[in-house]
Structure formats: structure tokens, C-alpha cells
């Protein structure tokens, strides 16, 4: 399902060129409007503005948690275990994650290191869970074919608008003008449409900051280990573009021009600080709590 078949994949340079003068012309046009501000545009940024406005721009009380920790101590794990001679097992390559993480001093370093036994051991379990599915899905990944982890791209190379990815995991490289690269983003939780808008940033980046597309973008949950995949198309790599700048559009009227940021209930109103206190959150939980719905 994730390898190459049929004709070889090659994008027209006209067709990537008219993409980037259209993401230049449009950052100029941004940069008239930032006031000095700058802006790091990731998927996060996107996601979390186009979800709900309002929540985005409240207050961040995150928290880590093992169930919030699982997800980038197992992804540092499997990056060791791409790398790694011999056959690791999940636990030697968890531990080894969560030293690392813990030497870097970030915030999750910083809450690495000050975690209790029960919390170390509910984190451990869950990590080691997410690994050992990896390892079950994925074969050892052969040198050749480049497999590369938590690898970042970004466009420009500098200004005051800088968007940035960081995908799980990329394998394949671009042959001349051939799209070969496949990049991955590994998921255990259930299939969301924002997840592929995610990877459709990924498509974006790496193309107008590496001038070739990917071939294919895969979202792949270690739960059920079934990929969703998506072909990298023209209108895909357009319709990005036009997602990306409507969300910096959106960004500068609301953090530099003072636009009302409007309310948009959905999944996120559950872990929102403001739903106490936001009467369209509160509707959206309790109908959809009501069991006769
Ligand atoms: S509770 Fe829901 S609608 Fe209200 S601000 Fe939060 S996410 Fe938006």
C-alpha cells in the first residue's frame, strides 16, 4: 500500500514555480500587514485556529501527563530504533528515549524529571505499547531506502513568516524531478480529518522548500496498524497553499488588527479552558452528551 507502483511520479516545474511566486507574493503582502510581529505557522498553529479561534487564543494551561508524554517519548524511542544496530527491545529503546529527553531540559525533559514511580511506570507502559506495534508494522527499514525520523523542513529559510514541519517519518527521496518521498505521521488514537490536513502541510513545506512533492502521505494507526493514504496531487498542493494562507490571514486580523476571534463548537469545546464560561460550548456539550440525540 506505502510502496511505489505504476508510472513514475514528476511534477511540472512551472506548476511548482507558480506555487512558490504565489506563497511569495502572498507573504509580502502579510509582511506589509505584521507591524514588526513575526509568525512560526507549524501544523499545530493551523489546526488549533481553524478548530476554534477563541480557544486558540485563550489562555495555554497544558499540563504533561503519561497519556500526553506517550506520543513524543515513543516517537524519540523509534527514532533510536530506525538507527539502531542489532535488535532493541521497546523498553531499552523507551528508557533511552525518556534519559535523552530528560538531558535536553525542555518543558517535557523538565517534567521527565520530576515524575513519580506510578507516573514512570503508566508512561513506560504506554510507550512501550505504541513501539512495540511499530515494530510489529513496520519490517526493519532497509538504509537504502533513506528512512528518516522526526525530520524538519521549513520555507523560507528566513523572514518574519516562517512555516515549519516535522514529520515521523519520511522514506524515499525525490530522484531529479521524480517524487519518490513518502511521509508518514504515526497516529494511536481514531482517523480525523484534521490529520490529513496536517500532512497536506507537510506536502506544502517540503515542496515549495525542496521544489519537488512528496509522492504520498500516510497516516498511519498503530492501533488498528492500517495506513490512510492520500496521493499528492496538484489540487492537494493548492488547496494547502490556500488553506495556510487564509489561516495567516486569519492570524494577523486577529493578533495584529484586533479582530473578535469567533467561536467555533466542536471536539475541542472537551479539554477548552474557556468552556465554563462559553455559552456555544456549553450547548455543543451538553447536546452532545444528551443520550437522545
Ligand atoms: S468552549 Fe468550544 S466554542 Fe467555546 S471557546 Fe472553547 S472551543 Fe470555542
Not at 523498553?91 to 523538565?110: F, H, T
Not at 497553499?241 to 467561536?263: H, S, W
Request: charged share 25%; proline share 6%; glycine share 6%.
Amino acid at each position: 500500500m506505502l510502496r511505489r507502483s505504476g508510472e513514475p511520479l514528476v511534477f511540472g516545474e512551472a506548476f511548482v514555480n507558480d506555487l512558490r511566486d504565489e506563497a511569495n507574493e502572498a507573504f509580502a503582502h502579510f509582511t506589509d500587514r505584521l507591524n514588526g510581529n513575526t509568525m512560526f505557522i507549524t501544523k499545530h498553529t493551523l489546526g488549533s485556529l481553524f478548530d476554534c479561534e477563541a480557544h486558540y487564543l485563550a489562555p495555554d494551561e497544558f499540563e504533561w501527563t503519561p497519556a500526553r508524554a506517550k506520543g513524543q517519548v515513543s516517537h524519540r524511542a523509534i527514532q533510536l530504533l530506525i538507527n539502531w544496530r542489532g535488535e532493541p527491545v521497546p523498553s531499552d529503546l523507551v528508557d533511552d528515549a525518556v534519559a535523552r529527553l530528560i538531558n535536553e531540559e525542555r518543558g517535557l525533559g523538565m517534567w521527565l524529571e520530576s515524575i513519580g514511580p506510578a507516573d514512570e511506570a503508566d508512561l513506560r507502559a504506554q510507550a512501550c505499547d505504541l513501539v512495540t506495534k511499530f515494530m510489529e508494522c513496520f519490517p526493519p527499514l532497509d538504509p537504502r531506502s533513506r528512512p528518516v525520523t522526526e525530520s524538519s523542513t521549513q520555507w523560507p529559510v528566513d523572514g518574519p513568516i516562517l512555516l515549519r514541519g516535522r514529520s515521523d517519518l519520511t522514506i524515499g527521496r525525490p530522484v531529479g524531478r521524480e517524487s519518490r518521498k513518502l511521509i508518514v505521521d504515526l497516529k494511536s488514537g481514531r482517523v480525523v480529518a484534521r490529520h490529513r490536513e496536517d500532512l497536506r502541510f507537510y506536502a506544502l513545506v517540503e515542496t515549495l522548500s525542496r521544489q519537488v512533492p512528496p509522492r504520498l502521505l500516510a497516516s498511519f494507526y498503530l492501533d488498528a496498524a492500517q495506513a490512510v493514504t492520500e496521493d499528492v496531487t496538484e489540487g492537494l498542493l493548492r488547496s494547502a497553499l490556500r488553506r495556510t494562507l487564509d489561516g495567516i490571514n486569519a492570524l494577523i486580523e486577529l493578533q495584529v488588527e484586533d479582530r473578535p476571534a469567533t467561536k467555533s463548537p466542536g471536539a475541542s469545546c472537551r479539554w477548552c479552558p474557556l468552556a465554563s464560561t462559553c455559552a456555544e460550548g456549553q450547548a455543543y456539550l451538553s447536546a452532545d452528551d444528551d443520550p437522545n440525540r
